[in-house]
């Protein structure tokens, strides 16, 4: 009875060892416990006289079965494959977080890096992946079944986090899944750092781009009349050179009106250079209302203004000036409380009519001017004879 109660204590020992132990090494356990009770279980047979082999020991047999059961755990489930030193002296310092699953996809090890990146501080070995980083379900669910993988992901917490994920899957020799390799590697630094150049890069972008208006707008102040906005002197004999030799290759007129204020001299004394300001500003207004599109218009000096008209004829440039004339004439110009009614006088030149080059035109221009001033003012004035 006491051989009996002995074996039994042994048996609920060995049971109750096997079921404490959790996790994918519990039929390891068992195998092995298994095996070492064998010999005792064969002793106690033989003590207590009811062996049916009466006085042969089974004891030596018995340690054979356990041998051969022990070597049966060795080999199926690999408890000779000891952990390298490597392990202890290289993983468990790596910086990287490495996670290492079996073909279930329980947790094998993980090393401290990998730890303290998820926050998992109890037991793992024999946990799931799920259980692991069950705080970031999108990564789970995009890499669940993946057994190769490399991606860059941000970890949500109270602190978002950038890792570089590699998944690698580990095979036997003939070739059988074994489990897979995750290694996760912090790169948030290098993320914020790329964020922070990203951001930098824009900031130059738009100040680029402000410097680019910048430098527009002073192009635009380099050859506008800062009185009326109409093109300057400057600007309108740059153009008109390149006006003038497309129409020469395209054969094509182009007619210049230059047109002069009459007697604005007398309105600067009279009422002020306030007030032949307004008169100025109101007929650079006109001639932007009134002329065509890709008519060009400048305030050329003073009190004149240029209107280059291209594809127009000397014929059609005298209706459109004589119409800018009488409108002018009938436009009143405010000043405070005054009303002032202004004139101007022009000469009128075609090319090739009157001259092939920019200084040509200009010069008999200006002799037309000065004729319509000599005839009284408020008048068109052409050439009377064309230049040989």
């Given at each position: ?38 010999p005792?279980?064969a002793?106690?047979y ?198 003038l ?31 032949g ?51 002018f004439?009938?436009t ?41 001033k000599?005839a ?13």
């Open positions: 009875r006491a051989l009996f109660m002995l074996l039994l204590i042994a048996f609920i020992l060995l049971m109750r060892t096997f079921y404490q132990s959790r996790g994918p090494y519990r039929w390891q356990t068992g195998i092995v416990l298994l095996g070492s009770s064998i005792w279980v002793n106690i033989t003590e207590s006289g009811l062996s049916a082999f009466g006085d042969l020991d089974l004891t030596p047999v018995a340690f054979s079965l356990m041998g051969l059961v022990i070597a049966y755990a060795l080999l199926r489930y690999r408890l000779l494959d000891l952990v390298p030193i490597a392990r202890s002296l290289i993983i468990e310092k790596m910086s990287d977080s490495v996670v290492v699953l079996d073909a279930q996809n329980r947790v094998v090890d993980m090393n401290p890096a990998a730890r303290e990146l998820t926050g998992f501080t109890d037991s793992f070995v024999g946990k799931y992946g799920r259980d692991i980083f069950a705080p970031w379900p999108e990564l789970i669910a995009s890499y669940r079944d993946a057994n190769t993988a490399h991606a860059e992901c941000r970890m949500d917490g109270h602190a978002p986090r950038y890792v570089d994920l590699q998944i690698d899957s580990i095979h036997d020799r003939r070739n059988r899944l074994l489990g897979r390799v995750i290694i996760l590697r912090d790169i948030t630094i290098r993320k914020q750092a790329e964020q922070e150049l990203r951001r930098a890069h824009q900031d130059l972008q738009k100040q680029y781009a402000e410097i680019q208006q910048l430098e527009e707008k002073l192009r635009e102040q380099a050859i506008r009349d800062s009185l009326t906005g109409l093109y300057n002197r400057r600007y309108v004999e740059d153009t008109l050179e390149r006006e030799a497309k129409a020469a290759r395209e054969n094509y007129s182009v007619s210049l009106l230059l047109l002069d204020l009459d007697h604005f001299k007398l309105i600067n004394d009279t009422y002020g250079h306030e007030a300001d307004v008169v100025l500003k109101t007929l650079a207004l006109l001639l932007q209302a009134e002329t065509r599109k890709n008519d060009i218009i400048c305030r050329y000096g003073g009190e004149e203004f240029l209107v280059i008209m291209s594809r127009a004829s000397l014929e059609k440039a005298r209706e459109r000036a004589e119409g800018l004339r009488l409108l004439r009938e009143s110009t405010q000043y405070e409380q005054l009303t002032l009614n202004c004139t101007f006088s022009a000469g009128l030149v075609s090319f090739p009519d009157f001259g092939t080059t920019v200084k040509g035109l200009f010069v008999v221009a200006d002799q037309a001017l000065y004729a319509a000599a009284g003012r408020n008048r068109i004035a052409i050439p009377d004879s064309r230049p040989d």
